[in-house]
Nanobody
Framework: VQLQASGGGLVQAGDSLRLTCAAS????????VGWFRQAPGKEREFVAS????????YYADSVKGRVTISRDNARKFVYLSMNSLKPEDTAVYYC???????????????WGQGTLVTVSS
């Protein structure tokens, strides 16, 4: 599985941004997809994940209500729509995928290269 994330950039606090992750895989069936982020000098942290069935969705408390993860299984895309961005959302965002999947980084074998989101105050 290869993942290619895009959509990061420099925005102002309160703005919205949508990240896109394109997956190169034979079949997307069964894969949980998600996003993690890593801010400068901080540990990598979970942001959101969505199971293959599209029903089971999880969010970190820090982004709940401001972020929506979605997926297009047919086209093999994963999206992270972020609203009301804050300076503390500044980080490199990584898309992930795995047949296991959860809220821990070690549950994902497949990682995209990351896309930088910078939120200015």
């Amino acid at each position: 599985v290869q993942l290619q994330a895009s959509g990061g950039g420099l925005v102002q606090a309160g703005d919205s941004l949508r990240l896109t992750c394109a997956a190169s895989v034979g079949t997307f069936t069964g894969y949980t997809v998600g996003w993690f982020r890593q801010a400068p000098g901080k540990e990598r942290e979970f942001v959101a994940s969505k199971k293959w069935n599209g029903i089971s969705t999880y969010y970190a408390d820090s982004v709940k209500g401001r972020v929506t993860i979605s997926r297009d299984n047919a086209r093999k895309f994963v999206y992270l729509s972020m609203n009301s961005l804050k300076p503390e959302d500044t980080a490199v965002y990584y898309c992930v995928a795995d047949l296991r999947g959860g809220m821990n980084a070690n549950e994902y074998d497949y990682w995209g290269q990351g896309t930088l989101v910078t939120v200015s105050s």
